[in-house]
T-cell receptor, first 111, second 113 residues
Framework: GDSVTQMEGPVTLSEEAFLTINCTYT??????LFWYVQYPGEGLQLLLK?????DKGSNKGFEATYRKETTSFHLEKGSVQVSDSAVYFC??????????FGPGTSLSVIP | DAGVTQSPTHLIKTRGQHVTLRCSPI?????VSWYQQVLGQGPQFIFQ???????GRGNFPDRFSARQFPNYSSELNVNALLLGDSALYLC????????????FGPGTRLTVL
């Protein structure tokens, strides 16, 4: 079945460091790919999306590129801030409006 | 505009009891989905409803059921609660089938003792 794998956390970075969170997926067909973020005590928010191969999603300095050949959708940010501390979920969607999430990666950014 | 709202915020039940969780989608959104998020894991898809009909179902037992009302609000029902049902239950709405994004509510935290 369809699934998402992402790097295990927690990840701890210093402010202004470069961030990469790896995400790979398995899916039949051509899924849309997403990154969601969950801030402490809050609900899930869509961070960015890509709907076809080679698309780049971007938002708030975060970027991810849909790589069909490597079935990957890695999240990157050039300079993280303390306010980026949250749990990040890679996800895919193929049909029936059903979103399949990865296990999440907890990020802590220290000043 | 109000986002997706869910009630109650927190709930404590004992094993064997029944629970009903409620969700109001964003105004104008016709599709509602339910997810279960166990602590430390990603959300798992339970149901999707569109135009009052079940359109998708995840790998959950028949103890889980849901429905959608004419105003597009939705209820999730869980019978014969087990300890393992303790989780954050998330509701998500979207404007129509196949549209993005899904907007998630804050969730209902269910604790089964």
């Amino acid at each position: 079945g369809d699934s998402v794998t992402q790097m295990e956390g927690p990840v701890t970075l210093s402010e202004e460091a470069f961030l990469t969170i790896n995400c790979t997926y398995t899916a039949t067909g051509y899924p849309s790919l997403f990154w969601y973020v969950q801030y402490p005590g809050e609900g899930l928010q869509l961070l960015l999306k890509a709907t076809k191969a080679d698309d780049k999603g971007s938002n708030k300095g975060f970027e991810a590129t849909y790589r069909k050949e490597t079935t990957s959708f890695h999240l990157e940010k050039g300079s993280v801030q303390v306010s980026d501390s949250a749990v990040y979920f890679c996800a895919l969607e193929t049909s029936y409006d059903k979103v399949i999430f990865g296990p999440g990666t907890s990020l802590s950014v220290i000043p | 505009d109000a986002g997706v709202t869910q009630s109650p915020t927190h709930l404590i039940k004992t094993r064997g009891q029944h629970v009903t969780l409620r969700c109001s989608p964003i105004s104008g959104h016709k599709s509602v989905s339910w997810y279960q998020q166990v602590l430390g894991q990603g959300p798992q898809f339970i149901f999707q409803y569109y135009e009052k009909e079940e359109r998708g179902r995840g790998n959950f037992p028949d103890r889980f059921s849901a429905r959608q009302f004419p105003n597009y609000s939705s209820e999730l029902n869980v019978n014969a609660l087990l300890l393992g049902d303790s989780a954050l239950y998330l509701c998500a709405s979207r404007q129509d089938r196949g549209t993005w994004p899904s907007f998630f509510g804050p969730g209902t935290r269910l604790t089964v003792l």
